[in-house]
């Protein structure tokens, strides 16, 4: 996998419940405040379900970044 947009959300996954449908979700909301363009965010997504579930996780943790930040909206999905 490579990053192929260059940018990052602040998005912990161990967070998140493993179901891959929560994830991408997640995934997206994060994003979206963080105003990536929908363009962005489903290129990520298509190639995240181009695999196995292995395979989307990995590619949907090269696009995340978290921060250290105990104020994060991100904690509680």
Do not use: H
């Amino acid at each position: 996998m490579e990053n192929k947009i260059n940018k990052t959300v602040n998005l912990d996954l161990t967070t998140i419940d493993s179901n891959i449908f929560v994830i991408f979700g997640a995934f997206s909301r994060q994003a979206r405040l963080e105003k990536w363009t929908q363009q962005e965010i489903d290129a990520v997504l298509e190639e995240a379900k181009s695999g196995d579930y292995d395979y989307a996780i990995a590619t949907i943790c090269e696009y995340c970044d978290p921060e250290d930040d105990s104020n994060s909206e991100n904690e509680v999905y």
